[in-house]
């Protein structure tokens, strides 16, 4: 069952920005939950991008820090992932998860995958 759909990648060029979006199926609320960005390139680990906890704390990665904002609304059961200043290397697949439990580190390991098909960014010179 497809909890989590993600939406918001596309092709865009270096220095360019998008707005990731992971939206909870009716009858899941996200404020339960930390929720986290999760990203992967065919052939290598997830790496984690970004976190925000329930209270609204976020972490971020050192790659992506002074460019990308992660952002919950729990009206719309929405978090939002902003990326700007884009790089090649930020090319991935973007998968949004719940954390397991409270105090989750930001780290695949720690949280939940429900089922989105993910959003691919793509990043060109």
């Known amino acids: 069952q497809v909890q989590l759909v993600e939406s918001g990648g596309g092709l865009v060029q270096m220095g360019g920005s998008l707005r990731l979006s992971c939206t909870a199926s009716p009858g899941f609320s996200l404020e339960d939950y930390d929720i986290g960005w999760f990203r992967q390139v065919a052939g290598r680990e997830r790496e984690a991008v970004s976190c925000?906890?329930?209270?609204?704390?976020?972490s971020y990665d050192n790659s992506v820090k002074g460019r990308f904002t992660i952002s919950r609304d729990n009206r719309k059961n929405t978090v939002y992932l902003q990326m700007n200043s884009l790089k090649p290397e930020d090319t991935a697949r973007y998968h949004c998860?719940?954390?397991?439990?409270?105090?989750?580190?930001?780290?695949?390991?720690?949280?939940?995958?429900?089922g989105g098909q993910g959003t691919q960014v793509t990043v060109s010179l």
């Open positions: 998860a719940t954390g397991r439990g409270d105090d989750a580190l930001c780290r695949w390991d720690e949280y939940d995958y429900r």
């Open positions: 925000v906890r329930k209270d609204g704390s976020t």
